[in-house]
Each structure stands twice: as C-alpha cells, then as structure tokens.
C-alpha cells in the first residue's frame, strides 16, 4: 500500500517549526505554490522574524517561569521575618572562607550573615555584611569565642575580654565596666540584646531591655549556661535546673518537672524551649509551632547536644551524625547525611556542622536570589507568584472582551443599517468610560466588601467589559469586506443559516487579525492591572501582583537603598509586555506583509 501523503500543518509542525526551525528543501517556484497554503506562509513569515520569534521563547519562558516554579517554590501568604528586611540579593550567607577548612574551631549564624574563628583565634566573616559588621577590631588577640546576632557581633578572647562590633543602637557598643572585672565564659548576642556569663555563675545584660526584659536575681552566681531568643533568655543552672529569666508568664516558664535536675543542654526557638537530660533523651516544651513538638523517636537515648533556630532544632547524636526538626521554609530542618560531627551550631535559619578534620557542613537558607522586601519576604517568590495572578487577569480579561467584541463586531459588521448603527453607538459609549478611574471609584467602594478573590475576579471584569470596543470595530470592518464575496452568497444560496454563516464561515477567514488584536491587548490588560495595583486599588496584599509589589516602592528612601524591590518586578513587567507586543507585531506582519512597509 502507498504510503498517504499529509497536506497541511499541524500543532506538533507548529511546535518543531518554533523551537527547532524549519527544514528548508529547495522547491521549484511551481513546487512552492502548489505546496503552501495560506497558513503556512503566514507560519514561515511570522518564523522568519527573529524580533517576534525571541519574544515568543521570552514569553514563553516568564510563562513557565510563574505557573511551573510556585510548584518547586510555594509562597506563604501569612510569612513574614523582621529579621529578614530589606535584605539585598545574595546566596553568600553560608559561603564559609575556604581558610576556615579544615581549620576552624567554632562558627556562629547571624540573621544573614556567619562568623567563625580558626585554631588561631582569627575571626572571619561572610554573607550580607553592613559597613559597621566589616568594622572587626584590630586589638582582640586570640579570640576563642564568637556570638552573632541579629546585626551585631561579641567575641571573647582568651584572656576573658569582651569585644562587640557592629550596630550600636540602643547601647549595644560600650561594654559595661564590670565585664572588665571578671573573667567571662560566654557571651550571648541576640536581638538588639547582650549577655556575658562570667566563671562564678554571674551574668551581665545590656542593650535593648524592652524586647527582651532579663531577670536573673534569683540565680546569680548558679547560672551555668544561658540561651537567648527574641522574646526571653532561659538559664542553665549549675545543678542542672532550667530556669526562665523573665518575670513575666510566658510558655517557656511551662518546663517539665521531670527533667529539672537532669538537664546538660539546653536551646530554644522563637517560641519553644527544648533540652536534652543526662539519658540522652529530649524534651520540648512551649510553642507547637511548626511541629518543634514531634520530636524524632530514633534520636532519644542519642543526643548529646542540641541547637535552635528560629523555628527548628538540630542535634548532634553520640554516633556522630545529626538530625533537624520543625520549621523546614528554607530546607533548615533537611539534615543531610553526615558523620563524624564534633560540633553543630543552628540559628535563624542556618546551621553549620564541624566534623572531625576541622572540615564544616552547611544546610539551610544560603540567601536570597532576588533579596527580600520590607517585610522580609523573598522577592523571587512573591515575583513568580505575582506574576502568575498578572498573567491570570490579564488573559481572563482578554477572553471576556475577544468573546463581546467578536460577537458584537460579527453582527454589526454582517446586519448593517440600524444593528450596525446601534451597536456601534454602544460600542463608543463603552470607549468612553476611563477604566482607572472607574476601577478605583469601584474598588474604594466595595473593595472593603468583597474577599481578595472577589476582587481579583472584579478587576477581570471591568477590564473585559471596557476593552472590547477596539476589537467590535475591527471585527465589524472585516466582516463588512468578507460578506460580499462569493462563498458567503453561495452559503446562502445553500440554506445556511445566519449564524452558521457568521461563525462557521466568514470569522474563520479573519481569525488570524483577531489573534493579533487580542496579543496586543492581553498586553494591555496586564499593564492596566498594574497601574491599578500599582496606585493601590487592585490585588492587596498579602496576594503579589507585579503592580503591588511596585507600589510598595514608591518611596525615595527605597528606590535609592533597596533597589532589588522594584527593579525585579519593573523587568519582569517590562519583558512581559514587550515580548507580548513583539510577538503580535510579527504576526500582523506575517499576515499582512505590506504592513511593514507602509
């Protein structure tokens, strides 16, 4: 049997045409003609542009980009850290110096950035790093502890002297004289917070006290170790109790009785306490936060020392491995696979592991790609999920005004005399209507009235309802030229009817200019939303659009310090909208290839 020959293009032509070229076969001119039908010559043109060609694999590619990655990077609407701020784009917060291998002695994590010492008593830092935290002092000697906070920094050299740098508000920088008459063990540098601990059992606390409020009358001079989080600070106490350092009646003050007097490590997030007994065994207490809570039941009998993060834990097991627990937004609480760990440190949401060789392993938050905004949430998720709600109105909007304008344009173009006359007239009187000030007239109106998906789907509206026009008019253009030509009057001469005729026959021959018109508007749509967040009557927040992430930029202070928040958002807009525009401009040119040059 012979083999049946395809005539004709197909979507799978279309897709190889787009993404792997044509293959050209040299025809003769007879050849050619025969062979192409108008599609495929309007495909081969609109192929040939490269302009229209680039915007297709940009739009396809943000395309992608905000319906495919909120899949591998979903956003949280609820989040929000005051210690992840403004922070600018970076992945260096774990980028430990390649001399701290195989070399270092003890590392700490601040909010976004780590400090560490080697076997020499050097200090070293990396990550997001301010002028003030670069400020290292000169004078420290042999330092052989280091405590990072949220922006500043407290060491401890080897002859009991404390050092502090970095931010100096709320008197974080003097250290208090009576430091300097007793031999410190620990320092402790939290939020806006100081602590030493000397050898006797006593501790010393300066900065910010209306954050965290330390009272430790009770058991001064028995204090063995003390931990801090943002809201109190918990002590060890030289008989193994636990103790809160508060007056206040928080969740931490709930400590399980059966442990007092067992304890030898001690940690806690933002909102739980954890420690470990003399068995091994862990206990949590306060928040349930995350599920801090659900403690792992291999590890019981194992654990010999515990760290904390904002919202998670980690700890080091007697056979050298470790485990994490809880809050798991940055994969903080994904261990990885290692051995022979002597030490561990978690904070925010890093955590670093020494092993044996002096070598350190890191897991958790490495920084942001895009920075973060004022409320410390990652801008490279809110940009992909943002873009997803623009694209979203954008292409509803334009399905609602293509199916009006086709509609009325068909009937107006195809009746004539006074249909033609009366939708037209609509038609202009739609036109009229300025669709910003309409919108914002509605959204102050009801916008408090309706839920955030209510007014998503408002703006969808309008905009559908108000962009039709320009379609109607080019629409009833075409068909008024397509109705007198021979095929319709045969069609008529068949018994068709009307309808059938309209849609079945005459639109078919000009789809390919309402394909153009509509690329150009879905452009449009998209940039209306924008404008409309971007004054602040479309999508509110928590819910990202590209307009409303630009409108929390309209701030002198934020265009000059935090660039990354609307310089992200304006290019992926911008890119958006412009290869929309190139695309459709290469296909009303392959369409109509005069056009290019009139």
């Known amino acids: 049997m012979g083999t049946k020959k395809r005539h004709g ?49 940009v739009f396809i590619l943000i395309f992608l980009a905000c319906f495919v990655l909120p899949l591998f990077f979903p956003l949280d609407l609820q989040y929000q850290d005051p210690t992840q701020q403004n922070v600018r784009p970076s992945m260096s917060f774990m980028s430990i110096p390649k001399a701290l291998n195989g070399n270092i002695a003890q590392v700490d994590g601040g909010s976004v950035y780590g400090v560490g010492i080697d076997t020499n008593g050097t200090v070293y830092q990396w990550g997001v790093l301010n002028q003030k935290l670069q400020a290292v002092p000169t004078n420290m000697g042999r330092v052989v502890q280091v405590s990072a906070g949220l922006d500043h920094v407290l060491a401890l ?68 170790k003390v931990i801090l989080n943002s809201n109190v600070a918990i002590a060890l106490t030289k008989d193994h109790r636990v103790v809160q350092l508060s007056s206040r009646d928080t969740p931490f003050a709930a400590i399980p009785q059966e442990i007092q007097g067992k304890v030898v490590d001690l940690a806690s997030t933002d909102r739980s306490a954890a420690a470990i007994t003399n068995d091994k065994r862990v206990y949590v207490w306060g928040g349930q936060d995350h599920g801090v809570q659900e403690i792992p039941e291999h590890i019981q009998g194992k654990a010999i020392q515990i760290d904390a993060g904002r919202g998670h834990y980690t700890v080091l097991l007697d056979d050298g491995t470790v485990e994490s627990w809880g809050w798991n937004i940055y994969k903080q609480s994904k261990a990885p696979n290692l051995k022979n760990i002597v030490n561990i440190s978690s904070d925010y949401f890093q955590n670093y592991a020494i092993d044996k060789d002096g070598n350190i392993h890191t897991w958790g938050l490495r920084g942001y790609l895009m920075g973060t905004d004022q409320y410390g949430r990652d801008l490279f998720v809110r940009l992909i999920s943002g873009g997803r709600i623009t694209l979203t109105i954008g292409a509803i909007a334009v399905i609602i005004s293509g199916i009006i304008g086709v509609i009325i344009g068909s009937f107006s173009g195809y009746y004539g005399g006074q249909i033609d006359i009366l939708l037209m007239r609509l038609a202009e009187v739609v036109n009229a209507i300025p669709f910003l000030p309409l919108a914002m007239i509605l959204s102050a109106i009801i916008g408090s009235k309706i839920s955030e998906t209510g007014r998503i789907a408002m ?67 998209m940039l209306y939303e924008s404008s409309l967040s971007y004054l602040g009557f479309g999508v509110n927040e928590p819910s990202p659009t590209w307009g409303n992430m630009l409108f929390g930029c309209n701030d002198s202070t934020v265009m000059s310090q935090y660039w990354w928040r609307w310089v992200f958002p304006s290019i992926a807009l911008s890119l958006c909208t412009i290869s929309i525009n190139m695309a459709g401009d290469g296909m009303r040119d392959a369409i109509d290839p005069k056009s290019a040059e009139r």
């Open 9 to 57: 293009s197909t979507f799978g032509d279309v897709l190889r045409i787009l993404f792997l070229g044509q293959k050209h076969t040299k025809l003769s001119l007879l050849e050619e003609e025969q062979m192409q039908s108008p599609y495929k010559t309007m495909l081969r043109n609109f192929t040939e542009k490269k302009p229209a060609m680039l915007g297709v694999y």
């Open 157 to 224: 050299n080897d002859r009991g002297q404390v050092f502090t740098w970095g931010n100096n508000r709320f008197a974080l920088a003097p250290i208090p004289m009576e430091v300097g008459f007793t031999t410190i063990k620990q320092v402790i540098a939290g939020h806006q917070l100081s602590l030493a601990l000397d050898t006797y059992g006593y501790l010393y606390v300066w900065g910010n006290s209306n954050i965290v409020n330390v009272v430790a009358d009770d058991v001064q001079g028995n204090i063995e």
């Open 459 to 525: 703006i969808m509206v309008i905009l559908g309802l108000l962009s039709w026009p320009s379609l109607a008019r080019l629409v009833r253009g075409q068909i008024l030229a397509a109705r007198e030509q021979e095929f319709v009057t045969a069609a008529k001469a068949m018994g068709i009817t009307e309808a059938k005729i309209i849609f079945k026959h005459i639109l078919p021959n000009v789809i390919t200019v309402i394909l153009v018109n509509l690329t150009l508007s879905f452009a449009l749509c």
